[in-house]
């Protein structure tokens, strides 16, 4: 599978490590023969136009510090704990997504959009997990709106060794921070707003953060949303084909977890449970093994995209829509 110009830019930011311009990221392509510019006239142009893409349409990978003279240099989101906090400050990644016509959802499957789901929040260090209600061991009615489609957790990682042990043993629940996700196809009307972000509150009420994504949200219901999300604190996020485009529209409100919902789902779902053990044992391990754990975690975790391309080719075999610059 040839590599497209977005991958080999993020393969090119990912290989420089810090804020580089459009001629730097162009040198870099160039310089591993990862993309073919087909004789262009301006190859170097059509790299500063596709930088310029990823900021305007938001796409979770990429961010950039602007520079005198309304130039730019660019660098990737994972790295932005190892830049300048004097930098960082003059980041501008607010440029308007373009509007661009969604085509209709259906004829795919619901379950098909974790993996889209999971690739958007790697790329913003979140580790996510399938929880399949089909496998509890509660099947009565009661239960139907207790378990989330998907679970999260983001570690709080400092720059030192030092301060991340000094943190710890302050108060571990301070290093990380669960998220669960409800997964919809799409949302079109009130009434399906209003069951969609009620089913989003109670099964994430156990959770520091809950949030509601969807495939297709009807922009006549932003109002409604926006009431709803300040009322209850429910994020939002409008999930896309290219999973690194996907945006949260609103987000979420912190709360405390509530351990005696956490140890009800660990009873009746051996995924939710293995998750929270994974996460438990990682917490609290001496530095000596948090390496070998964070991989355990990562395996147990959902499969992801690392390029745009792999997601790309996954949506056209679940035919799910896709819209390409």
């Given at each position: ?11 090119a ?6 804020p ?7 040198k870099?392509?160039?310089e ?26 938001r796409?979770?990978?990429v ?5 005198k003279?309304?130039?730019f240099t ?14 960082l ?14 085509q ?9 959009l ?13 580790r996510?997990?399938?929880?399949f ?13 207790i378990?989330?489609?998907m ?24 290093t990380?921070e ?13 009434y ?22 969807t ?5 006549v219901?932003?109002d409604?949303?926006k009431?709803l ?53 990682y ?22 995209f ?5 997601a ?13 610059e």
């Amino acid at each position: 599978m040839s590599m497209s110009l977005n991958d080999a830019i993020i393969k090119a930011l990912d290989v420089i490590k810090e804020p580089a311009t459009y001629m730097q990221v162009y040198k870099k392509i160039c310089e591993h023969n990862d993309y073919d510019f087909k004789d262009g006239k301006t190859p170097a142009s059509t790299v500063s136009a596709s930088l310029g893409n990823f900021i305007r349409n938001r796409d979770s990978r990429v961010k950039r510090i602007p520079l005198k003279g309304n130039n730019f240099t660019y660098y990737l989101s994972k790295y932005e704990g190892e830049i300048s906090m004097e930098a960082l400050q003059v980041v501008q990644n607010n440029e308007p997504a373009v509007s661009v016509p969604l085509q209709a959802a259906g004829g795919f499957d619901e379950r098909s959009l974790h993996r889209l789901l999971s690739s958007f929040l790697h790329s913003v260090n979140i580790r996510s997990r399938t929880i399949f209600h089909e496998q509890s061991n509660a099947k009565d009615s009661n239960q139907k709106w207790i378990h989330p489609d998907m679970i999260g957790i983001r570690f709080v990682n400092l720059h030192t060794a030092t301060s991340q042990a000094f943190l710890n043993a302050i108060n571990r629940l301070a290093t990380f921070e669960l998220m669960s996700y409800e997964i919809k196809k799409e949302i079109k009307t009130d009434y399906e707003l209003k069951k969609c972000f009620f089913q989003a509150v109670s099964n994430s009420s156990w959770a520091n953060y809950g949030y509601l994504v969807t495939f297709e949200l009807s922009d006549v219901l932003m109002d409604e949303v926006k009431r709803l999300n300040q009322a209850f604190g429910i994020g939002i996020i409008r999930l896309s084909g290219n999973p690194f485009e996907s945006e949260i529209i609103f987000p979420a409100r912190y709360r405390e977890l509530d351990f005696v919902t956490i140890d009800k789902l660990c009873k009746i779902n051996h995924d939710f449970e293995k998750f929270i053990d994974h996460t438990e044992k990682y917490i609290t391990a001496d530095s000596r093994y948090t390496s070998a754990l964070a991989s355990e975690l990562t395996k147990f975790c959902d499969e992801f995209f690392m390029t745009e391309t792999e997601a790309v080719e996954y949506c056209r075999g679940k035919n799910i829509p896709v819209i390409l610059e």
